[in-house]
C-alpha cells in the first residue's frame, strides 16, 4: 500500500497550462502502475491516463489526446500529468490512483491506492 499525495491544482483559462504531481510513500512505488482520473460535479469518476509501472506504456482518454502527458520518475516517486490546452470541459477534480495488480490503471476497479483529489478550474 501506498499514500497519494496531489499537488498543482488551481484556476486557470482557457488555452492555459498546469502540472500536477502526485507523490507517493512507501518503498513499493516503483512497482505500482499509476493513473490520474477526475470527477466532475454531478459526474461519474473517469479515466484520464496512466502510465505502466516503468514508464513504457502509456494510454489516454480520447478527449485529452495530445494536450495531457503523463510522466512519472520513481527515484522520486512522483507521477505527473502535465495539461496543455485546458478547456473549461476539463474543469473536475483529480485524482491519483495506483495499483500493484495491473499494467495500467484503466478502471476504477484496478485501483488498489487513492490520493485525496486537487480541484482544476478552466475559466472560459
Known amino acids: 500500500q501506498v499514500q497519494l499525495v496531489e499537488s498543482g491544482g488551481g484556476l486557470v483559462q482557457a488555452g492555459g497550462s498546469l502540472r500536477l504531481s502526485c507523490t507517493a510513500s512507501?518503498?513499493?512505488?516503483?512497482?505500482?502502475?499509476m493513473g490520474w482520473f477526475r470527477q466532475a460535479p454531478g459526474k461519474e469518476r473517469e479515466f484520464v491516463a496512466t502510465i505502466s509501472w516503468n514508464g513504457g506504456s502509456t494510454r489516454y482518454v480520447d478527449s485529452v489526446k495530445g494536450r495531457f502527458t503523463i510522466a512519472r520518475d520513481n527515484a522520486k516517486n512522483t507521477v505527473y500529468l502535465q495539461m496543455n490546452s485546458l478547456k473549461p470541459e476539463d474543469t473536475a477534480v483529480y485524482y491519483c490512483?495506483?495499483?500493484?495488480?495491473?499494467?495500467?490503471?484503466?478502471?476504477?476497479?484496478?485501483?488498489?491506492?487513492w490520493g485525496q483529489g486537487t480541484q482544476v478550474t478552466v475559466s472560459s
Open positions: 512507501g518503498s513499493t512505488f516503483s512497482r505500482y502502475a
Open positions: 490512483a495506483g495499483s500493484s495488480r495491473t499494467w495500467l490503471v484503466v478502471t476504477t476497479t484496478d485501483v488498489d491506492d
